[in-house]
């Protein structure tokens, strides 16, 4: 008895190695070659087939997973740049940008299922930028910077994570999207706006009170 028993705890916990397994490894992950500094994934996918990339050379870019939407045969080349693209307009606290190039890839093909970012921690912190201002841009064709949607993740002792989309190539930057107030405010000034507010109520409250007592000795 001991030993079915034993058996059926070795079997529960094989299963669950590999459910958790294939949540995390949903899809193939493809290996670059290397050529002109940057890194080349090969595709070759039939519709419906998710493939994963994992480039080194882009230290913005943990990962991207994208879903073939046809038969597709080709290459996407990725490499870091050094600055922005000549015609591209000036983006303000840019960490890093990147080619993401699709030789022989229709982009109406595929579909950008996740862009797994990461930015380190001593990045923000140097340039004064909040951790919840940082977005993924992709270049548009007139030369403007699509801002895409990106989340926070989670982080570790050395980046901040964050999941985002793509619906431009082959020009992408990973920086700060001054796209509201507090996006244009420091890591630390959120907790210097916050002791405000509350030193603001408090006053409110404080004002309030005195003047209910006032109020009060009049009609006494």
Not at 164 to 185: K, T
């Amino acid at each position: 008895m001991k030993k079915i028993y034993t058996c059926l705890i070795f079997l529960g916990a094989v299963l669950s190695l590999i459910v958790i397994s294939h949540a995390q490894y949903d899809s193939e992950v493809i290996l670059p070659e290397y050529r002109e500094g940057g890194e080349v994934f090969g595709i070759d996918l039939v519709p419906g087939k998710k493939v994963s990339m994992y480039p080194e050379g882009c230290e913005s870019i943990e990962r991207i997973s994208i879903e073939s939407k046809t038969s597709i045969t080709g290459n996407i080349f990725i490499k870091k740049l050094e600055e922005k693209p000549d015609e591209a307009e000036e983006l303000n606290n840019v960490y890093e940008y990147c080619e993401v190039e699709l030789e022989d890839i229709n982009e109406n093909d595929i579909e950008v299922k996740e862009v797994r970012l990461r930015v380190p921690k001593s990045w923000l912190e140097d340039n004064d930028v909040s951790k919840g201002s940082i977005s993924l841009f992709t270049l548009k064709d007139d030369d403007s910077w699509e801002v895409e949607t990106t989340e926070e993740d989670n982080d570790t002792q050395i980046y901040y994570y964050y999941k985002s989309e793509a619906s431009n190539f082959p020009y992408w930057a990973v920086g700060q999207h001054n796209g509201g107030l507090l996006g244009f405010l420091p890591s630390n000034a959120f907790y210097i706006l916050l002791i405000c507010c509350i030193f603001l109520i408090f006053l409110a409250v404080l004002m309030f009170i005195i003047s209910s007592a006032r109020e009060s000795r009049r009609e006494a």
